[in-house]
């Protein structure tokens, strides 16, 4: 039998790799000290956030899934057919599906993945499904401006779908940069379909980041694991605990490692010292109001022109353009 080709290939942007000692070194000399939480998803910590999105507390996933489920059809027709569509990181697949289903002839899917390996799996996946949708993957880093491959059929915009409330693991002014590049990704035509997690009764909220199987603080705890594995720090998984705690006032769920007892952990030959009850910042998932939502895609040259909530409005959808 004849070999099957991929009829589709890559582009590699090639982003700057991570550096992984660097951040932690400056995480830790930072007062209060502070990890970053894109370094959560590596295999295994991928694995546990699809384990948290499939418990009961953790309403986020499930809700934006009925959500879109649900105003599909309504927000395609406000989208207009003949799209490209540039979907930021690339998760289980579930949502892009209902997306390229719901539109009217896509003309093209471009998943943008600052992995490579991710980017090419979920690429050949989605191409099986969707044969007649031209699949244009690029591996880039998408805080920044994509510089996109031109579909062979011309669209009428750009899409840039954003789902999982990812927006609201960014600081205020990491949301704004992003908001920004991502208006220059869309080009001057384009729109972008944003999840965002809403402010909410604080203890749905709470319940949903402390859940009771305790994946979350095994998702938290991974970060640790994963930094002695790749860069050699000698953390104690037995000397940290996980804490999530809803800053209302500030909108935002944070997420911190609190040190146990004092300790010293070493990084890269040098010590870092813990007091006991020390915390430090690993996560923040921000929880939005309108008005302030508003507020932060202005601030990136963008409008919200259309919105879409579920019935308790625990979570939205939010339709922007420059
Ligand atoms: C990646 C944005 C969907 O902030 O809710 C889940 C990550 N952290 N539980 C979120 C996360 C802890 C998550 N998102």
Redesign the pocket.
Known sequence: TAPVLPSWRLTDLRPTPDDIVGDTLAGLSATPKRLP?KY?YDARGSQL?ER?TRQPE?Y??RVELELLEQRLPEIAQTIGADVHVVEYGSGSGRKTRLLLDALTRPVAYTPVEISRTTVIESTARLAEEFPRIEMLPVCADFTKPVPLPEPLHDAQRTLVFFP???L??FSDEGAVELLAAMRETMGPNGQALVGI?LDKDPSLVEA??NDAAGV?AA??LNLLTRLNREIGSDFDLDGFRHR?VYARDRGR?E?DLVSLRAQTVHVAGRAFEFEADESMRV?I?CKYEDAPFAELAARAGLRVIDGWNDSRNWFGLRLLQP
């Open positions: 939480s959560f956030f948290i953790y986020v996933t999982g409330s990812t609201g693991n997690d949903a980041y979350t998702f938290t999530a769920i997420t996560e998932s």
